[in-house]
């Protein structure tokens, strides 16, 4: 059964950092691309990083620019969202995403605190 099983999330003070997982089941990290998106009430879903099959790794513009990292394990079958250097506009809910397979993770929620 294809599972994306996210852990990771809570209170984070500013400047601190925070890491997110994303454990999946059902097909590999390292054969598919996987996506993280960060979403704020009221408004969509917003792409934040991005990991193709082949490992490269892309990190979209925007307030989380240069704070974040996604990495992956294919032993753990799991990918990563490394944030550092939290600002309160990194409060958001963030999801992993698997786009071959249009399937989302549950969403894990980060709150930065001032």
């Known amino acids: 059964q294809l599972q994306l099983v996210q852990s990771g999330g809570g209170l984070v003070q500013f400047g601190g950092s925070l890491t997110l997982s994303c454990a999946a089941s059902g097909f590999s990290v390292t054969t598919y691309p996987m996506s993280w998106y960060r979403q704020t009430p009221g408004k969509e879903r917003e792409l934040v990083a991005f990991?193709?099959?082949?490992?490269?790794?892309?990190n979209s513009p925007g307030s989380m620019k240069g704070r974040l990292t996604s990495s992956r394990d294919g032993a753990k079958n799991t990918v990563y969202l490394q944030m550092a250097s939290l600002k309160p506009e990194g409060t958001a809910v963030y999801y992993c995403y698997a786009q071959t397979f249009g399937r989302w993770g549950q969403g894990t929620q980060v709150t930065v605190s001032s």
């Open positions: 990991i193709s099959g082949s490992g490269d790794r892309t």
